[in-house]
């Protein structure tokens, strides 16, 4: 069956402030996850965690290779962010169980239903093919 996102669900994950571990934020201020890590985080609040293979610094953010990585004191970590091709989301989200994360969200064009119900099966909320930074303009009161 195929997965179908909850409004309600992505208002709430949008609107109230948490850690956001973000999969694929690099220093490249030309990728969508750049732009969308820094409105999470000076325009919603959030707390942004950076993970990249190079385990890169992100707007001033301590970067980690892996989520395993990511230390247990910026634990919970509320959403973990896939900027990841399609076909390697899968391991992302295992990884977001392993580490305890709260919601896994797919990016626009993100797509995995087998990691989708992997994640529903453990607990996890899961938004799949969207993009916050758009989401906001059209389920949150608040606007950007």
């Known amino acids: 069956m195929a997965h179908v996102n909850d409004p309600e669900l992505i208002e709430n994950l949008i609107s109230t402030p948490g850690t956001w571990a973000v999969v694929g934020l690099s220093r490249n201020e030309w990728r969508a996850a750049y732009g969308v890590a820094e409105f999470l985080r000076d325009r919603l609040g959030h707390r942004i965690i950076p993970v ?3 385990a ?30 399609s076909q390697h989301v899968g391991a992302v989200v295992d990884q977001a169980i392993e580490v305890g994360a709260k919601a896994v969200w797919l990016q626009l064009g993100v797509i995995d239903e087998a990691a989708a119900e992997r994640a529903k099966a453990a ?3 899961v938004v799949m093919d969207a993009c916050p930074q758009r989401e906001i303009r059209t389920t949150s009161t608040t606007g950007a």
């Open 56 to 85: 890169e610094d992100v707007h001033g953010e301590t970067g980690y290779a892996r989520l395993a990585d990511i230390p247990a004191e910026l634990h919970p970590i509320d959403v973990v962010d896939c900027f990841v091709n």
């Open 123 to 125: 607990g996890l909320d």
């Open 52 to 54: 990249n293979l190079r």
